[in-house]
C-alpha cells in the first residue's frame, strides 16, 4: 500500500521530498506518494512541478531530458515519449493561492478525491510563518497601525485546518517558525489555541485529533510546547535550525508511533560544503578584468588594516590570499561541468545528495558584492577561521571596515557580517539570503564571496539533482523557506510508524 500525501504551502517541496523518497525496512517502494501538492509563488510551483516529474519515475530511470533541461541544453524537461509523465507531474503540483474562492474549491476537489479513496492518507504544510517569525514581528512593532488581530497571516493555518475538518485526514504534520509560541494576538498566546482548533477542526461533533511532538520529550517538559520543537542539527542536517513540527494523529487510530531519536554526532558545514567547486564574487558596478589580482589586492589591504592589533587574522588573511587559484574560477551558472568530490560526504548523506547521471553542478551562481563588503567579508571569514566564531559588531570590527548603517552602533545587528564556520552546523538558512549574503559568507576568505544557492540548498540536504527554477532571487527564497528532505524523511518514518502500529 502507497500512503497518498497532499502538500499544501509546499513551497519547492522539501517536505514532499522527505515523504517520497521514504521506503521502510522490508520495502522497495516509497511508503508515501504526492497526490497533490498545493503552492502560490510562481517560481516555487515551477520547483515542485520539475521535481513532482523527476518522481514520476524510480531511481535511475529518470529520462536524459531531465538532465538535459536542468544543464540549460533543452527547452522542456520531457518530451513526447514523456508527455503523459508531464501531464500528471503538472496535475500533482498546482499553484494555487490559498483564500481565492476559485482555487479553494480546486484545492477541495481535488482533495476530496485523495480522501475518497478508501485508505488512510497524510495531509503536510508549513503555513507562511511571517506574522509569527521574531523579525517580523520587529518590523511589525515599527508600524503604528499594526493591528495583529487583522492581520490575516495569523490565521493562514485556519486554511490547513479546514481540510482537516472536512477530510479527516488519518495523520496530519504542521510546520512552523519557533516564534509560534510567543505570538500573541490581542493580548493572548496564540499557539494554546491553535492546538485546540488542530485537535477538535470540526468542534465536539467534528474527527479529533492527538497532537504529539515529533522527538521524545526530555524529562520535566510533558507539559510545556517546547517538546514540538525540532532541531535540525540533531537529526544529521548540517544546519541550526528549529522550527515547530506539530504530529496530528486521528483519534481512531492506535496510540503507537515510534518518536525520532537524536543522531549522536553532528553534520558540519565542512562535511557538505568545503569540497565543492571554488567560485567568486564578481564586484558590483565594475568588470572583473583579473579576478586574482582584484582578490589578493583585497585580501592583502585587509590584512594589512589589522596587522598590528590582529596579528593571527592578519596571518589569515595573507594565506587566504596564496590560496587563490591560478585560473579564474568564475561565479556559475544554471549548471557547470564537475566531475564530484562526494567521498568526504557523511554516510547517511552520500547517496542522498549524489546523482552520478547530473555530470557536474547546478544552481552554483554566487552574487557580486561592493568592493568594500569584500574587505568585510574577508575579514569575517578570517577572524570566523582564528576564533571558531563570527565577529560580533563594532567591538571586534575594524573601525575602518564599519558599514554606513545607523543601526550598526545600536547593537540590534551585531552579526551583521557573519561568516559559516567550517565545524559546526550553519545558522538557520533563511529567504533573506534573497537580498543579501552578509549572514552567510563562505568560510574560505580566499573565495570572498557569501553562499551559493547550492551551497543553501545542501545546508538544507536538498539532493543535488534538485533544480530550482526562477531567477537567482527567487532560488534562495525557495530554499530559505523550506524544510530539509532529510528531516522531513525522518518525519515520514514517524508518521508511517503510526499508520503501521497495531
Known amino acids: 500500500m502507497t500512503i497518498p500525501v497532499v502538500d499544501i504551502f509546499a513551497g519547492p517541496g522539501g517536505l514532499g521530498e522527505g515523504f517520497s523518497s521514504y521506503v521502510p525496512n522490508g520495502r522497495k517502494e516509497p511508503a508515501f506518494k504526492i497526490s497533490v501538492s498545493a503552492e502560490m ?60 474562492a476559485e482555487h479553494d474549491r480546486i484545492l477541495a476537489d481535488r482533495v476530496a478525491k485523495v480522501a475518497g479513496q478508501d485508505q488512510p492518507w497524510v495531509l503536510v504544510g508549513g503555513p507562511p510563518c511571517q506574522a509569527y ?69 470540526g468542534g465536539h461533533g ?13 524529562p520535566g517538559t510533558e507539559d510545556d510546547s517546547s517538546r514540538f520543537i525540532l532541531r535540525a542539527e540533531e537529526l544529521g542536517v548540517p544546519q541550526a535550525r528549529h522550527r515547530v513540527i506539530l504530529l496530528g494523529i486521528s483519534e481512531q487510530l492506535s496510540d503507537g508511533y515510534t518518536p525520532i531519536t537524536a543522531q549522536p554526532t553532528q553534520t558540519y558545514v565542512e562535511h557538505v560544503l568545503r569540497h565543492l ?27 594589512k588594516l589589522v596587522q598590528r592589533t590582529q596579528k593571527d587574522v592578519a596571518d589569515e588573511l595573507f594565506a587566504a590570499a ?42 552554483h551562481e554566487v552574487r557580486a558584492h561592493m568592493a568594500e563588503d569584500l574587505k568585510r567579508y574577508a575579514y569575517t571569514a578570517a577572524f570566523t577561521k582564528v576564533h571558531k566564531q563570527s565577529p560580533k559588531g563594532p567591538d571586534e570590527f575594524p573601525t575602518a571596515l564599519y558599514p554606513d548603517h545607523l543601526s550598526w552602533g545600536s ?55 534538485y533544480f530550482f527554477e526562477g531567477s537567482r532571487g527567487a532560488q534562495f527564497r525557495q530554499v530559505g523557506n523550506a524544510v530539509p528532505p532529510w528531516m522531513a524523511r525522518q518525519i515520514a518514518e514517524v508518521v508511517y510508524s503510526a499508520l503501521t502500529s497495531r
Not at 472536512?166 to 489555541?193: D, R, T
Not at 551583521?416 to 565545524?423: G, H, L, N, S, T
Request: net charge positive.
Open 41 to 100: 509563488e510562481a517560481n516555487a510551483a515551477r520547483t515542485l512541478r520539475l521535481r513532482a516529474f523527476f518522481r514520476q519515475f524510480p531511481p535511475g530511470e529518470v529520462p536524459e531530458s531531465y538532465y538535459e533541461y536542468v544543464r540549460g541544453k533543452r527547452d522542456t524537461p520531457w518530451t513526447e515519449a514523456t508527455r503523459g509523465e508531464w501531464k500528471a507531474a503538472c496535475e500533482e503540483a498546482l499553484q494555487l493561492t490559498l483564500g481565492i
Open 133 to 201: 517569525s521574531l523579525v517580523g514581528r520587529s518590523r511589525n512593532k515599527g508600524n503604528r497601525d499594526y493591528l495583529p488581530e487583522k492581520d490575516e497571516r495569523h490565521f493562514l493555518y485556519r486554511h490547513y485546518l479546514e481540510l482537516i475538518r472536512k477530510f479527516s485526514p488519518a495523520v496530519f504534520v504542521m510546520e512552523n517558525v519557533k516564534g509560534i509560541l510567543s505570538s500573541k494576538v490581542g493580548g493572548s498566546l496564540i499557539f494554546p489555541q491553535i492546538l485546540r482548533d488542530l485537535s477538535q477542526p
Open 206 to 218: 467534528g474527527p479529533r485529533y492527538r497532537i504529539l511532538p515529533l522527538v521524545t520529550p526530555d
Open 277 to 303: 567547486p571554488r567560485r567568486r564574487s564578481g564586484i558590483t558596478k565594475q568588470k572583473v578584468q583579473d579576478w586574482r589580482r582584484d582578490a589578493e589586492r583585497i585580501l592583502v589591504a585587509t590584512a
Open 322 to 363: 596564496h590560496r587563490l587559484p591560478a585560473t579564474d574560477p568564475g561565479s556559475g551558472g544554471r549548471w557547470m561541468r564537475w566531475a564530484g568530490d562526494y567521498g568526504h560526504l557523511p554516510d547517511h548523506l552520500k547517496d542522498w545528495l549524489h546523482d552520478p547521471r547530473l555530470g557536474g553542478i547546478l544552481n
Open 411 to 465: 547593537g540590534g545587528f551585531s552579526d551583521r557580517f557573519k561568516a559559516q564556520a567550517w565545524k559546526r552546523p550553519s545558522s538557520t538558512v533563511t529567504s533573506h539570503l534573497s537580498k543579501d549574503g552578509h549572514y552567510f559568507i563562505h568560510p574560505d576568505a580566499s573565495q570572498l564571496r557569501s553562499i551559493s544557492v547550492r551551497e543553501a540548498a545542501r545546508l538544507q540536504t536538498f539532493p543535488d539533482n
